[in-house]
């Protein structure tokens, strides 16, 4: 073959390609961008009914998201938080809670727990925020994998997960800047480098490589959510101070029933004490909050201690169309 056919041999195999290389590129630009999801219409009802943030007054709002939808453990943490937050922390009105739990009715059931609704709970609360005063309480309450993410499960659904990178980006996105984020989760650790910043405190049940404990269908609350929550919470209103109480409790639950330590893990931003310390000086906390669950078993082995019914959420008042 002489050099002059072999160049255009070459020249041709090069228009093949950058047809062919330019059809496949023609196709992925014209195949249409996948339709937006519609917003949940529950959540938006929610969302609608939210108290207006108060001018020159710290507030703050709290979201709740109970991931798996299988263990009512997980609920009861949501649904204490709410009453927790409206009773204790000046937050009444204020709260937004996701489950993956599916109610019977007539029980109104909660928003769906997942990526969708996150972002759209976050961009609705952020909405009625004043960036500049007020603070987001976000609390996960789920299984976590070793792989750092939240497992979201619900009836008639295929199980999903969520990464640090969505939950972070699902954040920023919504423009909420002081931020209590926790995970209560196995290895929620992980979740400590996507989610720190200067105006974040980051309370995580365990260390990147444990597992916490109390979840299943035998518990009424996770460890962390006893003793941060329930417990922590209760006693005070500073979140970090609460952490710290709750860490020594865990770390004596563990010894005494012989766990490998979970070693809770906190981070704390630069900035955000400061903030927090704000809101605290701008109420006078409610009184303690009795958990609706019964947290140890019956003493003497009394088998006919009350059987406690998870709480019901608030009926909807939404007027019929």
């Not at 980006?169 to 400590?192: N, P, Q, T």
């Not at 996507?194 to 444990?210: C, I, V």
Request: glycine share 8%; with cysteine; proline share 9%.
């Amino acid at each position: 073959m002489s050099r002059r056919v072999a160049a255009r041999a070459l020249v041709f195999a090069g228009l093949l390609l950058a047809a062919s290389v330019g059809g496949a590129a023609t196709k992925s630009l014209d195949k249409p961008a996948p339709k937006p999801r519609a917003p949940d219409p529950l959540l938006a009802a929610d969302l609608a009914r939210l108290a207006p943030q108060r001018p020159g007054h710290p507030d703050l709002f709290v979201l709740g998201f109970a991931g798996d939808g299988s263990e009512q453990v997980f609920r009861n943490e949501v649904h204490y938080l709410r009453d927790l937050a409206a009773q204790r922390l000046d937050a009444a009105g204020r709260v937004i809670l996701l489950a993956n739990h599916v109610e019977a009715p007539p029980v109104r059931g909660l928003p769906e727990a997942n990526a969708h609704t996150l972002r759209q709970a976050l961009e609705g609360i952020a909405a009625r925020m004043d960036p500049e005063e007020d603070l987001l309480l976000a609390y996960f309450t789920t299984h976590g994998t070793a792989e750092h993410e939240l497992l979201l499960r619900r009836e008639g659904r295929r199980d999903r997960l969520l990464e640090p990178r969505e939950l972070r980006e699902a954040l920023d996105a919504a423009g909420i800047r002081h931020r209590v984020l926790v995970i209560s989760a196995c290895y929620s650790g992980g979740f400590a480098k996507a989610l720190r910043g200067p105006d974040t405190l980051l309370l995580m049940a365990a260390h990147r490589e444990r597992t916490s404990f109390g979840c299943g269908n035998d518990s009424v609350a996770t460890f962390f959510g006893r003793a941060w929550l329930v417990e922590g919470l209760n006693a005070t209103t500073d979140f970090d101070a609460a952490f710290v109480q709750a860490t020594a409790a865990i770390e004596a639950r563990e010894l005494a029933e012989g766990l490998e330590p979970s070693r809770p893990q906190i981070n704390r931003g630069a900035r955000i004490g400061e903030r927090l310390a704000a809101w605290r000086a701008g109420f006078e906390p409610g009184p303690v909050l009795p958990y609706p669950f019964e947290l140890d078993p019956p003493a003497n082995g009394n088998t006919k201690a009350p059987v406690l019914t998870p709480l019901l959420p608030p009926a909807d008042k939404t007027p019929k169309p």
